[in-house]
């Protein structure tokens, strides 16, 4: 039960709290890998191995299997969607949230070298002709690159192709992001892939609820960093009726869901190992309800290619890499500027063994080891 009034100050342990909760970092879930991919909404999916990972640390009981066969029987899909980065969702949530976020796909390709190379191009025609040959048979970037680039031979072929892997509704198919299966990233178009059309209403209004569910209480900055979304302040003002309000520690204004859990700040919280993506660590503007600013870039991808991050008393504590020599496997866990204690290093490596029997089952040894502080 939520005890709390309009305007009270959350702590940053309440908003960590509450984070891992609807997170379900506070203790594993027994639901099906459908469904926590709609109530996370989406998953960050560059790396094919990571939703995987990413619900393996949230699920109770998750097989790798269950995800590969909602791929594979096209209930999945990896698609361009929030921040133009590749995401896991399911396909319903394909179809209503690629209307929602088209104009950040168009921002985004509006900033690249690509759309600079095109200036003058009709992209309506460029566009007519991408999704011909998407739907005529799914092809490589590549694939792609070479039958635009004999359409238009006076324009830069590889600009040609990211304009349409922009601007197109597309999806990366299988066998590619299938659980320990390689594949070349194959595209085609989502109303090809699914059978079905995108829906026709792109308001903002819905993604923003689902995302207070899973991600808030949050500020406008917060969710403008997690979808790249404008106009936020317009879409919160226009929901405010529905919602209630908190303050942060530093006096800004937090928008959240008027039934959506806030935990004790003193709950316990399990260690969790988490992917090298995982929008836990990418959804908010202020990202210190999980790790201290001063540490962020010793965690977050683009600071040297981190694996993966160890989440020790619900706060992001060390890092880990996942090294393999031929049959043999190690787990190498590196803490933040400090040493862990005697009690934590224990869950740690037992949380990590764990792990590796995730990742390296087939392994005929496997070894943990805690490094010294990065």
Not at 76 to 92: E, M
């Amino acid at each position: 039960m939520n005890n709390t009034k309009a305007g009270e100050v959350l702590t940053t342990r309440a908003l960590n709290r509450a984070l891992l909760e609807r997170q379900h970092l506070l203790r594993r879930t027994k639901m099906s890998a459908a469904e926590a991919i709609e109530r996370l909404v989406g998953m960050q999916a560059q790396v094919p191995r990571d939703p995987y990972l990413a619900l393996w640390t949230r699920l109770d009981g998750f097989d790798a299997e269950e995800l590969s066969g909602l791929i594979r029987n096209r209930e999945a899909v990896r698609a361009p969607l929030l921040r133009t980065t590749l995401h896991l969702v399911t396909a319903r949530d394909c179809l209503t949230m690629r209307p929602a976020v088209q104009s950040v796909l168009e921002r985004g390709f509006g900033s690249t070298p690509f759309a600079r190379n095109l200036t003058g191009v009709d992209l309506a025609e460029l566009l007519k002709a991408g999704r011909a040959l998407l739907e005529e048979k799914p092809r490589t970037t590549a694939a792609l690159r070479e039958a635009l680039g004999e359409r238009s031979p006076e324009r830069d072929a590889t600009s040609l192709a990211y304009a349409v892997r922009y601007l197109l509704p597309v999806v990366q198919i299988p066998p590619r992001g299938l659980w320990g299966v390689s594949g070349q990233t194959t595209w085609t178009t989502v109303e090809a892939w699914l059978g079905r059309e995108l829906v026709s209403d792109a308001a903002p209004d819905r993604l923003v609820l689902r995302y207070l569910a899973a991600f808030g209480p949050a500020t406008v900055a917060d969710i403008r960093t997690w979808s790249w979304l404008t106009g936020l302040r317009e879409v919160l003002e226009r929901l405010r009726p529905q919602l209630r309000t908190f303050r942060d520690e530093r006096g800004r204004e937090l928008f959240d869901l008027p039934d959506a859990p806030l935990p004790d700040p003193e709950t316990s919280a399990p260690v969790r190992f988490l992917p090298e993506y995982d929008n836990i660590g990418l959804s908010h503007a202020d990202r210190s309800r999980i790790i201290p600013e001063e540490l962020r870039f010793l965690v977050f991808p683009g600071s040297g290619g981190i694996p993966g991050s160890v989440m020790v008393d619900g706060f992001l504590r060390a890092t880990w890499r996942l090294t393999r020599d031929g049959s043999n496997a190690k787990l190498a866990i590196t803490p933040l500027r400090t040493r862990l204690p005697a009690s934590e290093r224990n869950d740690v490596t037992d949380e990590g063994a764990s792990l590796l029997a995730f990742l390296a089952a087939d392994a005929k040894s496997t070894d943990i080891e805690l490094t010294a502080p990065a």
